[in-house]
């Protein structure tokens, strides 16, 4: 009996700091969870990434091009993350297409005119009519509103034939 209780003490003194980490894991997972619902309930904007920049690698300004047109994305000072991804200084990419009209302050909608790319990709098809056409990228935070300040590139214009 006298062995039991020196083996006894030791394995509460290893449990208790065990059971303190996984309460303390689950109280930070119900605080970023309660945090995230505020975020997104309250639209509340992300912060930029403080060096992010966005910009097109392809097509190239003035460019003439066939559709569908292929379009690659480049990004600097931040990561990608699909969306519904909360993780500090990531976001992803959506495509401006004729400059669209949209509420910064809210979720992007996805329309012809404003491509998600919500799964992380970095670059896309588009089928794109003939004539002249505008593209901006912008990078938006894990629930698809554009950072504060925003992260867009210049404006490049292009022909379709």
């Known amino acids: 009996m006298k062995r039991l209780l020196p083996l006894t003490l030791l394995l509460a003194a290893v449990a208790t700091p065990v059971a303190a980490d996984m309460f303390k894991d689950l109280k ?3 605080k970023q969870t309660a945090t995230q ?3 997104e309930k309250l639209n509340l904007p992300t912060a930029a990434p403080v060096n992010a ?4 690698i392809a097509p ?20 990608v993350a699909p969306a519904g991804v909360q993780k500090e200084n990531t976001g992803h990419h959506h495509l401006l297409i004729d400059q669209p009209t949209y509420d910064a302050t809210l979720p992007l ?10 799964g992380g990709q970095t670059e896309a098809l588009l089928d794109l009519k003939p ?12 629930k698809h509103q554009p950072f504060n300040p925003a992260v867009v590139s210049e404006q490049i214009t292009l022909t379709v034939k």
């Open 28 to 30: 930070e997972t119900a």
């Open 37 to 39: 619902k505020a975020a």
């Open 53 to 56: 920049k966005v910009y097109l």
């Open 60 to 79: 190239a300004n003035g460019a003439t091009v066939s559709s569908p047109v292929k379009v690659v994305f480049g990004l600097s000072g931040a990561g």
């Open 109 to 118: 909608p996805a329309t012809d005119q404003i491509k998600h790319f919500g």
């Open 131 to 142: 004539g002249k056409h505008t593209l901006q990228l912008m990078f938006a935070d894990w």
